[in-house]
């Protein structure tokens, strides 16, 4: 009788036992569905803060809940998450079919494969360390915070692999199980980066047609001295000099770019370099919300 097809089940015996420990380390370190959580949470933060920190708001000031990051992660995350997907199918699918050529090859067909992982992987990640030591003197460099981690994971990825393939030294698997950690903690560090990147290209995007935000117009008892030609400032007039002092000033060109427990954070309608955001708390002012300009 004739043994059957190689699949999925027929890898070497070392390959099962290390894919189940990396799988069980991670699933005892965090639940499957808090770390899903945590992912949304982290990468609608980063996003958040990247877009505000553009307009010069510090995305904490906001007091933002842990559903309102989440709400703003599928944007960020949509791109890098579809990117990964393909790439871990394509990286299942080409294991796959080198487990099956190397369970047919023979171990002296194998080995030089292995030594050319080993050593494409120990370079990527030498590479990888020398960046991380040289960080002080390659922060301005923009690409760094992608090309850094996409090494460190490639290098760590390679050895892991050919530590598993290995057929004549057995690599321990603590060493396996932290390489593929350390893969890990890269993916995590590339998207991280690149929700940044959305983050403040969401925010330059914004900066060049403020007129998408909602229209305000704010009365304050007091001026706030805009210093900007964009926002119109116009006294109100007095109806009983002996009142208390009411509203006093009214201004036009503004945006509303947030708002949280009351507060406004407003934007002049125009980015100019002289542009700043107001933050205006709701005993200070009465505000009106324009209609779009847009006819029915």
């Known amino acids: 009788m004739s043994d059957p097809p190689a ?60 559903q309102d990051f989440v709400m703003r992660s599928p944007q960020p995350l ?41 050593v494409l992987g120990a370079v990527l990640l030498a590479t990888a360390l020398a960046l991380l030591v040289a960080y002080p003197s390659l922060r301005e460099w923009a690409p760094y915070a992608l090309v850094t ?3 460190l994971g490639t290098g760590a990825l390679l050895l892991a692999r050919a530590a598993v393939w290995s057929p004549t030294s057995p690599t321990p698997r603590a060493t396996v199980v932290l390489l593929a950690l350390v893969v890990v903690a890269s993916v995590f560090w590339a998207t991280a980066t690149l929700a940044q990147w959305s983050g403040t ?26 210093g900007d030609p964009t926002v119109e400032e116009s006294v109100l007039p007095v109806a009983d000099p002996t009142a208390p002092v009411e509203y006093r000033f009214r201004y036009r060109g503004l945006r509303l770019l947030a708002e949280n427990d009351g507060r406004l954070f407003l934007v002049p309608e125009r980015w100019s370099p002289a542009g700043s955001t107001y933050v205006l708390g ?3 002012v009465r505000v009106r919300f324009r209609f779009v300009d847009d006819p029915p």
């Open 7 to 66: 699949g999925d089940d027929d890898a070497p015996p070392a390959v099962r036992p290390v894919l189940a420990q990396v799988g069980q380390v991670l699933g005892t370190v965090v639940a499957p569905a808090t770390l899903v959580s945590a992912l949304l949470f982290y990468f609608g933060y980063v996003s958040a803060r990247a877009q505000l920190a553009y307009f010069g708001v510090d995305v904490d000031t906001l007091g933002y809940s842990t």
């Open 78 to 118: 949509l791109v890098p998450t579809l990117v990964l997907l393909l790439a871990t199918a394509g990286l299942v699918a080409a294991d796959t079919r080198a487990r099956r050529w190397a369970a047919a090859a023979g171990d002296a067909r194998v080995r030089p494969w292995v030594r050319a992982l080993t």
């Open 149 to 151: 981690p996409a090494l």
């Open 201 to 226: 290209g969401q925010g330059k995007a914004l900066a060049r047609d403020l007129t998408a935000l909602p229209a305000v117009v704010v009365d304050t008892r007091e001026s706030l001295l805009p």
């Open 282 to 284: 709701p005993d200070d």
